[in-house]
């Protein structure tokens, strides 16, 4: 059905009222307090972004008001419920098909016999590589180990792009010739495709890209392992969206509104590099993979826990990365020779330039635009309107000098407008509406 101008703002209006009711309902079909939360906090966004592209009433046209605007909007929170709950399926019969493909497909990480065995094959390749032209080598391991593609090669060595093809020919001929003088078998014969192990092994020096000595080989399959990419993903949020997403390992990743994060696993590590916004990260403990987080020049190493990474504009124009952990804990390298320290739960750090500030909280305070709420401490009004400004279907603007203004508290983020309109109670300002829509916050005369 399509909902009316008047009917949605009327729907908005009353949301505040009936958000302790939509939160039970939320909860019981999600079976999640948080989740829920974040259904009821999508379901204001939703109503919002439609009053935004609604034209206004005409002139005379009686406005459209439900009977019970918590039912309605109840109905609407457990539909939305369902859709979530869809998409988890969804995602999760991906996952395990991804599971299985990894569980079938043969292991890239070399067990003691492997070990030896390459080590053997690199003293045999050793001879032929040797024989080939310093170029020729260049090439190969920029081709086949670094991913650089031939056009690329070719412009660095100052070579056409036929040599480059004929030299990577070439070295790869050379390999496959080895490998079998060291199997002992002749190419397309029987032993050759009953190689099995072997064969497996032939594959991955290919792929590692041995350059002349064993020792140095050794050092290109540890690279190869530190560098390849076993599974990545980038994710962004539009304005006023919340997403989460699951990782393979069970993590997850919440997106904060107009937020970008890339996600890259390796054998070693897991590695986030978060662009823009916000996110909170929920994090499967693995010793032996250890879980980073990217933030401008900041960096967050953890095992297992529950935190939340932030980069907004601060004073003068920088940027200030914000940290806030809610459980387990967490390491912080603040970078341009920052010392590093552990955070727990409750404890946060804001990095700003080469000013750092650590901070404490309540746990449940990390990343608090979670629940549908955003905190200033020792914050300015520009700063706080250009973060409401992530989720509010109307532009938030303030005058140089209004911008400037100390500000502290709280406010939910589905009563952004009424919020910024009650600004003149506290501060010294005049708060204008603009002809879009907009409202503009300036110095009161």
């Known amino acids: 059905m399509e909902l009316s101008a008047s009917f949605t703002r009327a729907l908005l209006s009353g949301f505040d009222r009936a958000y302790a009711d939509l939160l039970r309902v939320a909860t019981r079909s999600t079976g999640s307090r ?16 439609h009053a935004r592209g609604l034209p206004a009433e005409r002139h005379g046209e009686a406005p459209q008001a439900p009977r019970d605007a918590a039912a309605y909007l109840a109905v609407m ?4 419920a369902l859709d979530a709950q869809r998409r988890r399926q969804r995602h999760g019969r991906y996952l395990d098909a991804a599971v299985l493909h990894e569980q079938l497909a043969p292991s890239h990480a070399p067990d003691a016999a492997d070990s030896v065995m390459y080590r ?6 050793e001879a032929a590589l040797a024989g080939l032209p310093a170029r020729g080598r260049a090439a190969f391991v920029a081709h086949r180990v670094h991913g650089e593609r031939q056009p690329e090669i070719a412009a660095r060595l100052g070579v056409s792009l036929n040599t480059v093809e004929r030299d990577l020919i070439q070295a790869q001929a050379c390999i496959e010739d080895a490998l079998h003088r060291w199997r002992g078998t002749r190419p397309g014969s029987a032993d050759t495709r009953r190689a099995g192990r072997r064969r497996s092994l032939g594959a991955l020096l290919g792929l590692a890209g041995m350059g002349v000595g064993g020792s140095v080989g050794w050092r290109q399959w ?4 530190d560098t390849h990419v076993q599974w990545q993903a980038h994710w962004s949020s539009t ?21 970008s994060a890339e996600v890259r696993y390796f054998a ?6 978060l662009a823009r916004g916000a996110a909170f990260f929920d994090v499967a403990r693995d010793p032996g993979r250890p879980f980073t987080v990217q933030a401008r020049g900041v960096r967050v190493t953890v095992l297992g826990t529950r935190f939340g990474v932030e980069v907004a504009a601060g004073a003068d124009g920088r940027e200030r990365v914000t940290v806030q952990v809610e459980s387990g804990r967490v390491r912080v390298e603040p970078g ?7 955070l727990g739960a409750g404890q946060g750090l804001q990095v700003e330039g080469a000013t750092v500030t650590q901070t ?6 990390a990343a608090l635009w979670r629940h549908g709420e955003l905190a200033f401490a020792g914050s300015t009004l520009g700063e706080a309107l250009q973060r409401l400004s992530r989720y509010a279907p109307f532009t938030l603007a303030a005058t140089p000098e209004a911008a400037r203004l100390p500000l502290s508290g709280r406010v939910r983020i589905a009563q952004a407008r009424a919020w910024v309109r009650a600004l003149p109670r506290a501060l010294p300002v005049q708060v204008r509406q603009q002809a879009d829509g907009g409202l503009l916050v300036a110095m009161a005369r």
């Open 336 to 342: 341009a020779g920052g010392q590093a320290c552990e």
């Open 120 to 125: 053997q094959a690199l003293a045999a390749l």
């Open 34 to 49: 948080e989740e829920a939360g974040d259904l009821v906090h999508d379901t204001w966004l939703r109503l919002a972004e």
């Open 222 to 225: 540890q690279l190869y392992r």
């Open 77 to 80: 929170a457990q539909h939305m």
């Open 268 to 273: 070693v590590r897991r590695a986030v590099t």
């Open 360 to 365: 404490q909280a309540p746990p449940g305070d």
């Open 239 to 259: 304005r006023g969206q919340l997403a989460r997403h699951g990782l393979p390992d069970g993590s997850s990743v919440l997106l904060d509104a107009q937020s």
